[in-house]
């Protein structure tokens, strides 16, 4: 007798870059209306309002949101936190770009961007606790 396979939950797909500045609304926000988002993304227009909303409804679809549907005003709210989404993009581009490389990855990063003495002292206690 052969055991039912169980449901295994797929983390949804990367988010474009349009997904991700919705994203990085609803991180900071909180759960959101469209017109908190879309005020949020700094929208004015009726064409652009449409585009948020339309956005949102793709992203309900691809398991990146979620809504709650009970209240008048639908509510937005993102499936996974901004850690979860970080890591598995960074892993992604490490994969893709620097062949599984986590030296280049990081070598690169400093290279392209000046990191703060903040940052550098961040990286150092990283270093630091690795290594012990």
């Not at 007798?1 to 500045?21: H, I, S, V, Y």
């Not at 679809?61 to 850690?83: C, E, M, N, P, Y």
Request: aromatic share 4%; hydrophobic share 40%; net charge positive.
């Amino acid at each position: 007798m052969t055991q039912p396979k169980k449901a295994t939950r797929r983390a949804p797909p990367a988010p474009t870059d349009g997904e991700l500045r919705i994203l990085q609304v609803l991180w900071a926000h909180g759960p959101s209306t469209v017109r908190d988002v879309h005020d949020a993304l700094g929208g004015d227009s009726a064409g652009v309002y449409t585009t948020t909303l339309k956005l949102l409804q793709l992203m309900v679809d691809k398991g990146l949101v979620t809504v709650d549907k009970a209240s008048r005003q639908h509510i937005f709210a993102a499936v996974q936190s901004a850690a979860i989404t970080e890591r598995q993009m960074t892993q992604s581009l490490m994969h893709k770009v620097f062949r599984g490389s986590t030296s280049a990855l990081v070598l690169r990063a400093l290279e392209v961007e000046r990191a703060s003495p903040e940052e550098l002292q961040q990286i150092r206690e990283l270093l630091d606790k690795l290594e012990r």
